[in-house]
T-cell receptor, first 114, second 114 residues
Framework: DVKVTQSSRYLVKRTGEKVFLECVQD?????MFWYRQDPGLGLRLIYF???????EKGDIPEGYSVSREKKERFSLILESASTNQTSMYLC?????????????FGQGTRLTVV | AQSVTQLDSQVPVFEEAPVELRCNYSSSVSVYLFWYVQYPNQGLQLLLKYLSGSTLVKGINGFEAEFNKSQTSFHLRKPSVHISDTAEYFC????????????FGAGTRLAVHP
């Protein structure tokens, strides 16, 4: 079974802190994604990576950055956390092809910024 | 631009009744279609996916979905729901090209009552 593991289930951080969310997958997938989930808005793509050190902005990249130094690990960074970044964050991974392959998700990290 | 619309934000239903969760998409190119389920405090799990061929797709837990190209719809159905089906359901599309990004709908919360 594919496993996507997010380092924390719950996090509470203070406004202005630098926050790291870590994600590791064990199936040698090329693609990795960070989504943000908010009620009534579904999942919105923040960033994705299609290879080591390669990244592309998603739909809502402002206030976030990412790092992919190894194929299995994809980190989301909040440079200076703000209260409007309180949300559920979901990491996912998938093969690069075929295009009909599904994405596999981690359990999510619920981040609260106070 | 591609988009996914889930027509109902909440669907209450009694146990053993049939249910349909509606999903429409817009895209000018070929897409692949998915339904995911999210149980409370969990990540997303794939229910089923439409690749090509037969328009009726069967998934896990007794769910099925029908692809209708002329109406650009991919509605999810189950003939008899169980309490354990209470969850949030997400419809998603992936373009046939690009980096296999998944575009999600806003979600439908299915509440099954005894």
């Amino acid at each position: 079974d594919v496993k996507v593991t997010q380092s924390s289930r719950y996090l509470v951080k203070r406004t202005g802190e630098k926050v790291f969310l870590e994600c590791v997958q064990d199936m040698d997938h090329e693609n990795m994604f960070w989504y943000r989930q908010d009620p009534g808005l579904g999942l919105r793509l923040i960033y994705f990576s299609y290879d080591v050190k390669m990244k592309e902005k998603g739909d809502i990249p402002e206030g976030y950055s990412v790092s992919r130094e190894k194929k299995e690990r994809f980190s989301l960074i909040l440079e200076s956390a703000s209260t409007n970044q309180t949300s559920m964050y979901l990491c996912a991974s998938s093969l690069a092809s075929p295009a009909n392959t599904e994405a596999f998700f981690g359990q999510g990290t619920r981040l609260t910024v106070v | 631009a591609q988009s996914v619309t889930q027509l109902d934000s909440q669907v209450p239903v009694f146990e053993e009744a049939p249910v349909e969760l509606r999903c429409n998409y817009s895209s000018s190119v070929s897409v692949y279609l998915f339904w995911y389920v999210q149980y409370p405090n969990q990540g997303l799990q794939l229910l089923l996916k439409y690749l090509s061929g037969s328009t009726l797709v069967k998934g896990i837990n007794g769910f099925e979905a029908e692809f209708n190209k002329s109406q650009t719809s991919f509605h999810l159905r189950k003939p008899s729901v169980h309490i354990s089906d209470t969850a949030e359901y997400f419809c998603a599309v992936r373009l046939s090209g690009g980096y296999n990004k998944l575009i999600f709908g806003a979600g439908t919360r299915l509440a099954v009552h005894p």
